[in-house]
């Protein structure tokens, strides 16, 4: 058995903070780190590189919204009739001199809240043939069907930025602004946000479109397995027809259920407390991955259970991947050392 893990922000994004790795006990993903071979690449984010590893081409967006259809949307729901964008709920506030947006890793939403939103905003463009779908809380969609097609950045790309120079661009570009600042306007008035702001939550004062595309005519899977709670990679599988299930909560289950071939387990846990720069939170996830994940896994390969471990991380600096394979484990010389010393290279 092969494994690819892919872990977003396994290193602190801020390198002039290197003090975060201090008193930092990761021993299991040390032992990985040492007997690794190591390759750096360009920064690419979590969705293109899915994308790119399935055999999906870029269209004018990666086409997220198509794709993620398939594991949030219904029976009846065929992605592949319309062109789809993701239009996320979003809270947006002003930070010195701009205004930043936080995605829904840091606000409640319910169904209900989600229904009455998106229902103002269906009645408000029915002339323009949009429909807004909330098929999750936190995942709206926009079926498109007159409206000119549009470019946007990642949601990922934006979360705890400055959007300003993250809208829509492209040759529609004012359109689809145009809908932005719209919706801003409607939800701010809505009296469920006002509720919300007395209560002391954020308000859900805007939708970040991104993501848009056709669903695409083939997606090829090179897993006999996907392990994850992403459901842009559980949609891949799922369109890929690959055996699929949610992330257990540790690794030993890989070693007692997994059949042969290339797996891949998707370990995003540390990717929010990084774009939030929780610093508190990034170190204690790292600690419970080495625990839970990296542990039990050191365990396997040296048993024999796994024959190749692909590890690879991406943030804004570059994308890095780690491979060791059982016949590194022999390579003595090298040792352990600090996560800090990987981090800088």
Partial sequence: M???LLVPALFWPDASL?????????????????????????????????CRVFGVAKQLDWPVAPITLLGDGKAHINPADDYW???????????????????SRVFPISPDEADQLTSLLNRHFSASEMAFLP??????????????????????????????????????????RGFFNEIQMLLHEHPLNQSREARGEPAINGAWFWGGGIMPESVESPYAHVWSNDVLALSLAV???TNHAPLPLNATILGTSATS???????????????YRDAYGWRESLKA??????????????????DQVTL??????????????????????????????????
């Fill in 289 to 306: 991955l080495d625990r839970d994940w990296f542990g039990p896994l050191w365990g396997m390969f040296r048993q024999g259970q796994v």
């Fill in 85 to 103: 964008i993701r239009a996320d709920p979003v809270h947006l506030h002003i930070e010195r001199d701009q205004i930043v947006l936080a995605d």
């Fill in 18 to 50: 290197p003090e975060i790795y201090h008193d930092l006990p990761l021993p299991a993903l040390e032992n990985f780190l040492a007997k690794c071979s190591r390759t750096d690449d360009e920064p690419e984010r979590l969705e293109p590189r899915l």
């Fill in 261 to 275: 071939g290339k797996h891949l387990v998707v370990l995003d846990a540390l990717q929010g407390t990084a774009q």
């Fill in 312 to 345: 690879t991380t991406l943030d804004d600096k570059g994308t890095t991947n780690f491979v060791v394979r059982r016949s590194d484990l022999g390579k003595f010389w090298r040792r352990p050392k600090p996560i800090l010393s990987h981090a800088l290279k």
């Fill in 239 to 241: 369109a890929s027809k």
């Fill in 135 to 176: 098929l999750r809380p936190d995942r709206w969609y926009l079926r498109v069907i007159k409206t000119p097609l549009g470019q946007t950045h990642l949601l990922s790309d934006v979360v705890n930025r400055g959007i300003n120079e993250r809208l829509p661009f492209g040759a529609n570009n004012t359109i689809w």
């Fill in 2 to 4: 092969n494994l690819h």
